[in-house]
């Protein structure tokens, strides 16, 4: 009945059914990305030095890049590598956010005081410059074993914990406040009234109740993380190759915008339509999630 | 208030403090220490080389004693020097800092005057297509990659067109400001077309809130002119938020726009911040990162403060935060 | 607001009137742009190319390699030599031998305030550079290679050695300071010097400056002017002003090239070779593009601690394994020529004759089985214990051209059944301290610059293996031993009778090709992008910049 009522707000919102589709699409073609590379009969890292920057054919339909190879199945693993930096760094970030915006909303006094300073400590940091410190700190002198640190997906962790780290702030700011009135909530004082336990009420009762600014605010980071990622590309901090991601395509193809312009345009296409998408998607979930607005339409 | 005002300095204080220290700890477990990069240029150098210059830094000591030091001479105003560019740190920062103001400022106010009339408009017929267009451009201009979106501009008016010029902070030799402007268009334009987005949709927002106010139905139902309505009643009340946002938005002024200053070639404080980090610079990194921070909080404070002073409803008393 | 608002508005309307300097028409203006920007511009603090490349045209060493890699008097009058009667063999007071070098000034020198360039200059200079406090990074010439400096006059210096090297000529580095300037806030402190010298505190005090041109004006980050020096004793330079640009994306770069608000990249600091390949190919008939190759040694770095590697056959099976001939091009043209040794074929000291190893995936196969590693499981190769020959490459992150390279590699090893993986760090970790340190598992790629004939001791000798016990001192990073090639690299620096010290380069190129420590790839080629009207330019493909000889530079008429 509530998903009934929710998904026809949100289909209302017809930019953001376009931008669910789209996103849709996307995924679906990344995650195809071995079939397609096997169908065409081309390889994402066969280096072919003999037809570097060719043009579209029935062998390549985007072409080739400048180590010759397939630039449609480049893109796809790079959409692989950039999505999922986005969407694992978002949840990391909502996960951790959730839970101390709950804990802080939830009991409040001290432990609210501290974790809320400690928000508002991260948030005033600078954020790309601490990203570029940490991301240039050597991992072994923390403790980490070289073969984790050295690991050829290495950077791709690392963008992924760094963002959790600093990207939870928001949600968990999001999180505390609907708890507060959540809690304010008869279900909740009856349940409280009850004896039910602290955890059970926070999960069972409170959780849904907090979950829709959540999802926004999540919603909205996987598109901030996909920008990130190609700024880091641009500063060399980025996805390492020959890992592809739609960032590091990006930077590579800007020094040869005039021989290939379409190098460029393809990833930065890309990078901009899904961002685009996540953030109608984001605005579409907002207006259906949240009952003032669409009430007052 | 003055309670209030003493609590956030203090916090403000233990921030920056800790900022400090962190810092410090993590530039030094970035690898390869200044003397190392200095060394590893020059293949003749023995171990003793090594020490000396060492020494001579202040690298042989151990950690805390050396952030004592950097503190202590902090609290009286001495900063040291920049280790890159062997020039006092605030002889360095300064220039940079107001290149960064000029351009960032610049940028802001173009985004508040784009976004107020957008935001606006878009909140009094919310949903209609205008709306519609308005946000779908706002979403493009947060959407772009801001060096694609960089290149792709000098290549369109300074290569292709030869409208304005590409890069740099002015013409050589050139004294009045008014010929510095043509160099400011392009990065200007970049950042504002990047954060436009963002500020319309608060601005709208904030309308939109505002709109379904009782006052404003009891003002148009008294017959005030809608023109009347929205600009001189609603649009005050909704400066609050807006301001929040703007003050919020303050720190970022000070740490610069890394990405478009390299772009076009401006040197400023987010050039500055990351060749510090790369170069390991620790004395300019820290002061500029701490700069960066002093303004977020002082941003933060600002918010809070055009909160309560233009909100009658809220008020300080007895309130931490 | 309003205040923004209207600026805007005003910039807008100046921007659509016909702006920017007309580049064409006066050309007694040169731009110059580069990706760097100096950072300090004390002469003898911090090597930095961009540094030199800019100081060049403003100071000028004793002595440099001209363009043909000859050792050439630029300060001074006449190379010393031993037939002259300027150099002569001498035994110092331990009993060792060593040689003192006389040099006389230019008589014409003048700093650019007026005062003469004297040999006060040059004791002061050894002064501050043999001070352990002084922060000097080529300490080592002034406090040790250097025993004494003796004035004559005015203008005459006598140093004395404390090795009789071949290479006796050389002060390269020697880089003069202006005693009448620098003497005073020296002695203040000389633990501060390097922060406070004029070099730095007063960067377009004309007094520091005694080339054609002197530093005007500086912009921090953004650009530097240089000025006609008065007091310029050579040809007049062409140019009423030079400037300096410092952009340092390359896009960016390569757009002001063409938007015409830079008339040069220089090959010294500009843009990389494929960059500037596809320039010439779209813009060439507009500019005067050319490609100097040099003594950048591109090559990849072995740890012949890495068992695998440590087996010569396996090492010369990995270069069989890539065909350096069709890289070099497909993807630079073929202006990058392949290198087959450590030294570049266009120095005079190379010796053709060593072995070399072509491109035989064949011949690579049959080394890598006779190495043990024959059984091939899903396309990589294992030994008899089981153990995969999976190797690692790393490279500074964010140098695109070596990334590509690197994975043009990677494709061709794994052809051969070497599994190669990428691990790249930024340049200040993998320079600072993975190489410095030997941690690199088996292979890293880069490029080794040096002067012309420059003896690689500090590369392949045993005694430079960076160790913990030495504090990591040494660039042998390979960690290479072999006491014949000790002792080639030793000799090498006193045996100096032409004969004899050919018969040793010949044996160093042949041991290095034998043994091959480490594998030589390319030499890099330094691509220039001049415009038409430019001429006098001579690239030098070594450390010292094509500057040192600005003053032949002019516009064509």
Redesign the interface.
């Given at each position: 009945m509530r998903t009934g009522r929710f998904l026809r707000r949100f289909a209302r919102h017809r930019l953001a059914v376009v931008s669910a589709l789209l996103l849709l699409v996307l995924a679906v073609a990344a995650a195809a990305a071995p079939w397609v590379e096997h169908w065409l009969g081309v390889e994402a890292t066969g280096i072919s030095l003999l037809d570097r920057f060719g043009p579209p054919s029935a062998l390549h339909p985007l072409g080739t890049d400048e180590l010759g190879r397939d630039v449609l199945v480049r893109l796809l693993y790079g959409g692989r590598v950039s999505l999922f930096v986005g969407v694992a760094a978002a949840l990391a970030s909502a996960v951790i956010g959730t839970g101390i915006g709950l804990l802080a909303g939830y009991f409040g006094g001290r432990l609210d005081d501290l974790l809320m300073r400690v928000t508002d400590g991260l948030i005033a940091l600078p954020l790309l410059p601490l990203l570029i410190v940490l991301g240039a700190i050597d991992l072994t002198r923390l403790g980490i074993p070289p073969e984790v640190a050295g690991a050829e997906d290495a950077s791709l962790l690392r963008i992924v914990v760094l963002v959790a780290l600093f990207g939870w702030t928001t949600v968990a700011r999001l999180v505390r406040g609907a708890t507060l009135s959540a809690r304010r909530r008869d279900y909740v004082r009856a349940a409280v009234a009850m004896g039910a336990g602290s955890r059970r009420i926070m999960l069972a009762h409170i959780l849904p109740n907090v979950a829709a600014p959540a999802v926004v605010a999540t919603t909205l980071t996987v598109g901030n993380v996909i920008l990130l990622e190609s700024v880091l590309s641009f500063l060399g901090l980025g996805i390492q190759p020959p890992l592809p991601s739609w960032g590091n395509m990006l930077t590579n193809a800007q020094e040869l915008v005039g021989t290939a312009p379409l190098l460029a345009v393809w990833p930065g296409l890309l990078i901009f339509l899904t961002v685009i998408a996540v953030n109608l998607l984001g605005d579409g979930l907002q207006d259906a999630l949240d009952p003032r607005v669409v009430g007052k339409r | 208030m003055t309670r209030f005002l003493a609590s956030r300095l203090l916090?403000a204080l233990v921030?920056l403090l800790?900022?400090s220290f962190v810092?410090t700890v993590?530039?030094t477990?970035?690898?390869?220490?200044p003397v190392?990069?200095?060394?590893?240029?020059?293949?003749?150098?023995?171990?003793a080389?090594?020490?000396?210059?060492k020494a001579?830094y202040g690298l042989d000591k151990p950690l805390l004693e050396r952030y004592g030091h950097w503190l202590q001479a902090a609290l009286v105003g001495d900063f040291g020097?920049s280790r890159?560019?062997?020039?006092?740190v605030l002889t360095?920062l300064l220039?940079?800092l107001g290149n960064t103001l000029l351009l960032l400022?610049?940028a802001?106010?173009?985004t508040?005057?784009v976004a107020l009339p957008l935001g606006v408009y878009a909140a009094r017929r919310?949903?209609g297509w205008a709306d519609?267009a308005i946000?779908?451009f706002c979403?493009?201009g947060?959407?772009?990659?801001?060096?694609?979106l960089?290149?792709l501009l000098?290549?369109l008016f300074?290569?292709e067109l030869?409208?304005?010029?590409?890069?740099?902070?002015g013409?050589?030799?050139g004294e009045g400001w008014?010929e510095r402007?043509?160099y400011?268009?392009l990065p200007?334009a970049s950042l504002t077309l990047a954060s436009i987005g963002g500020y319309t949709r608060y601005v709208r927002a904030a309308m939109m809130g505002e709109l379904?106010q009782d006052y404003v139905r009891t003002a148009r139902a008294k017959g005030l002119g809608e023109g009347r309505v929205v600009w001189r009643h609603a649009l005050r009340n909704a400066t609050i938020p807006i301001v929040t946002i703007v003050a919020l938005e303050f720190?970022?002024l000070f740490?610069g726009a890394?990405?478009t200053e390299?772009?076009?070639?401006?040197?400023g404080m987010?050039?500055?911040?990351?060749d510090s980090?790369?170069?390991?610079d620790l004395n300019v990194?820290l002061v500029?990162?701490l700069f960066?921070?002093l303004t977020?909080?002082a941003g933060?404070l600002l918010a809070d403060a055009a909160y309560a002073g233009l909100d009658p409803r809220i008020s300080f008393k007895g309130d931490?935060? | 607001m309003r205040t923004g608002l209207a600026a805007f508005t005003l910039a807008a309307a100046l921007a659509a009137a016909p702006m920017g300097t007309p580049a064409f028409a006066a050309k007694d203006e040169l731009v110059i742009g580069m990706t760097q920007f100096p950072s300090n511009w004390h002469p003898s603090m911090e090597a930095m190319m961009a540094k030199s490349y800019v100081l060049s045209m403003a100071r000028r060493p004793f002595t440099a390699y001209d363009p043909d890699w000859r050792l050439t008097c630029l300060l001074c009058t006449e190379l010393p030599a031993l037939d002259k009667g300027t150099a002569e063999y001498e035994t110092r007071a331990d009993g060792k031998k060593g040689i003192k070098v006389t040099y006389t000034i230019n008589p014409k020198a003048t700093w650019g305030d007026g005062s003469p360039v004297t040999t006060e200059d040059v004791l002061f200079t050894w002064t501050v550079g043999k001070h352990p406090q002084s922060g000097y990074s080529n300490f080592d010439l002034f406090a040790r290679d250097i025993v004494a400096i003796e004035a004559k006059d005015e203008r005459t210096f006598t140093i004395h050695r404390d090795k009789a090297v071949c290479s006796y000529a050389e002060i390269n580095d020697f880089e003069i300071l202006p005693a009448h300037l620098e003497r005073a806030v020296f002695e203040a402190d000389p633990a501060t010097y390097r922060n406070r010298s004029k070099y730095e505190t007063d960067t377009t005090n004309p007094g520091l400056w005694f080339g054609p041109y002197r530093i005007a004006q500086v912009e921090p980050g953004s650009h530097v002017v240089l000025e006609p020096n008065p007091t310029w004793w050579g040809a007049k330079p062409a140019f009423k002003r030079v400037i300096v640009k410092s952009i340092e994306n390359t896009a960016a770069l390569e757009a002001n090239l063409l938007a015409g608000q830079v008339d040069m990249v220089p090959g010294e600091t500009g843009l990389p070779l494929d960059q500037v390949l596809a320039f010439e190919k779209r813009h060439g008939s507009r500019y005067n593009v050319f490609y100097k190759p040099g003594l950048f040694f591109e090559h990849v770095e072995l740890n012949l601690d890495n068992p695998a590697l440590a087996d010569l056959r396996v090492r010369r099976a990995l270069l069989h394994a890539i065909d350096r001939e069709a890289i070099s091009k497909q993807l630079y043209d073929g202006r990058q020529p392949v290198a087959h040794n450590e030294i570049s074929p266009l120095d005079r000291v190379h010796a053709p004759g060593y072995p070399t190893y072509a491109f035989d995936p064949a011949l690579a196969g049959r080394l890598l089985d006779e190495a043990g590693w024959s059984e091939r499981r899903a396309g990589v190769r294992h030994n008899a214990k089981g153990e995969r020959l999976a190797l690692e490459i790393m490279t500074t992150a964010g140098n695109r051209s070596r990334e590509v390279l690197q994975q043009v590699l990677q494709a061709q090893w794994r052809q051969a059944g070497v599994e190669v993986r990428i691990v790249n760090e930024p340049a200040r970790v993998l320079f600072g301290d993975t190489l410095e340190k030997r941690r690199f598992k088996s292979m890293a790629l880069f490029a080794w610059i040096s002067a012309p004939e420059n003896i690689p001791r500090t590369i392949l000798h045993s005694s430079m293996i960076p160790t913990e016990a030495n504090n990591w001192a040494g660039q042998n990073y390979t960690g290479y031993r072999n006491p014949e090639m000790d002792r080639v690299l030793e000799d090498l620096e006193h045996v100096c009778e032409p004969e004899a010290n050919r018969a040793l380069w010949a044996k160093l190129q042949t041991l290095y090709a034998q043994d091959l420590p480490n594998l030589p790839l390319f030499f890099r080629a330094d691509p220039f992008i001049l415009p038409p009207w430019l001429e006098g330019v001579v690239p030098t493909g070594h450390l010292d910049s094509s500057t040192l000889w600005i003053e032949t530079w002019k516009a064509k008429e």
């Amino acid at each position: 009945m509530r998903t009934g009522r929710f998904l026809r707000r949100f289909a209302r919102h017809r930019l953001a059914v376009v931008s669910a589709l789209l996103l849709l699409v996307l995924a679906v073609a990344a995650a195809a990305a071995p079939w397609v590379e096997h169908w065409l009969g081309v390889e994402a890292t066969g280096i072919s030095l003999l037809d570097r920057f060719g043009p579209p054919s029935a062998l390549h339909p985007l072409g080739t890049d400048e180590l010759g190879r397939d630039v449609l199945v480049r893109l796809l693993y790079g959409g692989r590598v950039s999505l999922f930096v986005g969407v694992a760094a978002a949840l990391a970030s909502a996960v951790i956010g959730t839970g101390i915006g709950l804990l802080a909303g939830y009991f409040g006094g001290r432990l609210d005081d501290l974790l809320m300073r400690v928000t508002d400590g991260l948030i005033a940091l600078p954020l790309l410059p601490l990203l570029i410190v940490l991301g240039a700190i050597d991992l072994t002198r923390l403790g980490i074993p070289p073969e984790v640190a050295g690991a050829e997906d290495a950077s791709l962790l690392r963008i992924v914990v760094l963002v959790a780290l600093f990207g939870w702030t928001t949600v968990a700011r999001l999180v505390r406040g609907a708890t507060l009135s959540a809690r304010r909530r008869d279900y909740v004082r009856a349940a409280v009234a009850m004896g039910a336990g602290s955890r059970r009420i926070m999960l069972a009762h409170i959780l849904p109740n907090v979950a829709a600014p959540a999802v926004v605010a999540t919603t909205l980071t996987v598109g901030n993380v996909i920008l990130l990622e190609s700024v880091l590309s641009f500063l060399g901090l980025g996805i390492q190759p020959p890992l592809p991601s739609w960032g590091n395509m990006l930077t590579n193809a800007q020094e040869l915008v005039g021989t290939a312009p379409l190098l460029a345009v393809w990833p930065g296409l890309l990078i901009f339509l899904t961002v685009i998408a996540v953030n109608l998607l984001g605005d579409g979930l907002q207006d259906a999630l949240d009952p003032r607005v669409v009430g007052k339409r | 208030m003055t309670r209030f005002l003493a609590s956030r300095l203090l916090q403000a204080l233990v921030v920056l403090l800790l900022m400090s220290f962190v810092i410090t700890v993590l530039m030094t477990l970035m690898p390869g220490d200044p003397v190392d990069m200095m060394l590893a240029g020059n293949p003749r150098a023995t171990p003793a080389d090594a020490a000396r210059l060492k020494a001579l830094y202040g690298l042989d000591k151990p950690l805390l004693e050396r952030y004592g030091h950097w503190l202590q001479a902090a609290l009286v105003g001495d900063f040291g020097f920049s280790r890159l560019y062997a020039q006092p740190v605030l002889t360095i920062l300064l220039p940079r800092l107001g290149n960064t103001l000029l351009l960032l400022g610049a940028a802001m106010a173009l985004t508040l005057a784009v976004a107020l009339p957008l935001g606006v408009y878009a909140a009094r017929r919310p949903y209609g297509w205008a709306d519609n267009a308005i946000n779908l451009f706002c979403f493009a201009g947060i959407s772009v990659p801001a060096f694609w979106l960089a290149l792709l501009l000098i290549l369109l008016f300074a290569v292709e067109l030869q409208w304005l010029p590409a890069s740099g902070l002015g013409p050589v030799g050139g004294e009045g400001w008014w010929e510095r402007l043509p160099y400011l268009v392009l990065p200007v334009a970049s950042l504002t077309l990047a954060s436009i987005g963002g500020y319309t949709r608060y601005v709208r927002a904030a309308m939109m809130g505002e709109l379904r106010q009782d006052y404003v139905r009891t003002a148009r139902a008294k017959g005030l002119g809608e023109g009347r309505v929205v600009w001189r009643h609603a649009l005050r009340n909704a400066t609050i938020p807006i301001v929040t946002i703007v003050a919020l938005e303050f720190g970022a002024l000070f740490s610069g726009a890394l990405v478009t200053e390299t772009m076009f070639a401006w040197p400023g404080m987010g050039k500055l911040i990351y060749d510090s980090i790369m170069g390991n610079d620790l004395n300019v990194a820290l002061v500029a990162l701490l700069f960066a921070t002093l303004t977020t909080l002082a941003g933060n404070l600002l918010a809070d403060a055009a909160y309560a002073g233009l909100d009658p409803r809220i008020s300080f008393k007895g309130d931490g935060a | 607001m309003r205040t923004g608002l209207a600026a805007f508005t005003l910039a807008a309307a100046l921007a659509a009137a016909p702006m920017g300097t007309p580049a064409f028409a006066a050309k007694d203006e040169l731009v110059i742009g580069m990706t760097q920007f100096p950072s300090n511009w004390h002469p003898s603090m911090e090597a930095m190319m961009a540094k030199s490349y800019v100081l060049s045209m403003a100071r000028r060493p004793f002595t440099a390699y001209d363009p043909d890699w000859r050792l050439t008097c630029l300060l001074c009058t006449e190379l010393p030599a031993l037939d002259k009667g300027t150099a002569e063999y001498e035994t110092r007071a331990d009993g060792k031998k060593g040689i003192k070098v006389t040099y006389t000034i230019n008589p014409k020198a003048t700093w650019g305030d007026g005062s003469p360039v004297t040999t006060e200059d040059v004791l002061f200079t050894w002064t501050v550079g043999k001070h352990p406090q002084s922060g000097y990074s080529n300490f080592d010439l002034f406090a040790r290679d250097i025993v004494a400096i003796e004035a004559k006059d005015e203008r005459t210096f006598t140093i004395h050695r404390d090795k009789a090297v071949c290479s006796y000529a050389e002060i390269n580095d020697f880089e003069i300071l202006p005693a009448h300037l620098e003497r005073a806030v020296f002695e203040a402190d000389p633990a501060t010097y390097r922060n406070r010298s004029k070099y730095e505190t007063d960067t377009t005090n004309p007094g520091l400056w005694f080339g054609p041109y002197r530093i005007a004006q500086v912009e921090p980050g953004s650009h530097v002017v240089l000025e006609p020096n008065p007091t310029w004793w050579g040809a007049k330079p062409a140019f009423k002003r030079v400037i300096v640009k410092s952009i340092e994306n390359t896009a960016a770069l390569e757009a002001n090239l063409l938007a015409g608000q830079v008339d040069m990249v220089p090959g010294e600091t500009g843009l990389p070779l494929d960059q500037v390949l596809a320039f010439e190919k779209r813009h060439g008939s507009r500019y005067n593009v050319f490609y100097k190759p040099g003594l950048f040694f591109e090559h990849v770095e072995l740890n012949l601690d890495n068992p695998a590697l440590a087996d010569l056959r396996v090492r010369r099976a990995l270069l069989h394994a890539i065909d350096r001939e069709a890289i070099s091009k497909q993807l630079y043209d073929g202006r990058q020529p392949v290198a087959h040794n450590e030294i570049s074929p266009l120095d005079r000291v190379h010796a053709p004759g060593y072995p070399t190893y072509a491109f035989d995936p064949a011949l690579a196969g049959r080394l890598l089985d006779e190495a043990g590693w024959s059984e091939r499981r899903a396309g990589v190769r294992h030994n008899a214990k089981g153990e995969r020959l999976a190797l690692e490459i790393m490279t500074t992150a964010g140098n695109r051209s070596r990334e590509v390279l690197q994975q043009v590699l990677q494709a061709q090893w794994r052809q051969a059944g070497v599994e190669v993986r990428i691990v790249n760090e930024p340049a200040r970790v993998l320079f600072g301290d993975t190489l410095e340190k030997r941690r690199f598992k088996s292979m890293a790629l880069f490029a080794w610059i040096s002067a012309p004939e420059n003896i690689p001791r500090t590369i392949l000798h045993s005694s430079m293996i960076p160790t913990e016990a030495n504090n990591w001192a040494g660039q042998n990073y390979t960690g290479y031993r072999n006491p014949e090639m000790d002792r080639v690299l030793e000799d090498l620096e006193h045996v100096c009778e032409p004969e004899a010290n050919r018969a040793l380069w010949a044996k160093l190129q042949t041991l290095y090709a034998q043994d091959l420590p480490n594998l030589p790839l390319f030499f890099r080629a330094d691509p220039f992008i001049l415009p038409p009207w430019l001429e006098g330019v001579v690239p030098t493909g070594h450390l010292d910049s094509s500057t040192l000889w600005i003053e032949t530079w002019k516009a064509k008429e």
